[in-house]
């Protein structure tokens, strides 16, 4: 099935920046939608950015202007870009990717990787 590897997570300094990543390493997806979420400790996980099959993209106004999602829909992966850091970006960062998997008949799905930390220290 699908299987999302999440890498690019580390410690780093107020106002540097990190890029995460995660790939589909089982079944390709037809992609809908391809997202990152994050979940601080004591906090509700919350979706940071997401970006549709068709390019449009939607952001968290607290990272707005600050982190950039983009994607490859064939290979079914997805990047974010994070500029400006700071200290409240601290949280395991998930990756979600929603389509169709061609299954006999076709299913769709919405998996999630195994989160990566990100932690700015100030």
């Known amino acids: 099935q699908v299987h999302l590897v999440e890498s690019g997570g580390g410690l780093v300094q107020a106002g540097g920046s990190l890029r995460l990543s995660c790939a589909n390493s089982g079944s390709i997806v037809i992609i809908n939608t391809m997202a990152w979420y994050r979940q601080a400790p004591g906090k509700q996980r919350e979706l940071v950015a997401d970006i549709t099959a068709g390019g449009n993209t939607n952001y968290a106004d607290s990272v707005k202007g600050r982190f950039t999602i983009s994607g490859d829909n064939v290979k079914n992966t997805v990047y974010l870009h994070m500029n400006s850091l700071k200290p409240e970006d601290t949280a395991v960062y998930y990756c979600?990717?929603?389509?169709?998997?061609?299954?006999?008949?076709?299913?769709?799905?919405?998996?999630w990787g195994q989160g990566t930390q990100v932690t700015v220290s100030s």
């Open positions: 979600n990717i929603g389509g169709v998997i061609m299954t006999t008949p076709p299913a769709r799905i919405s998996s």
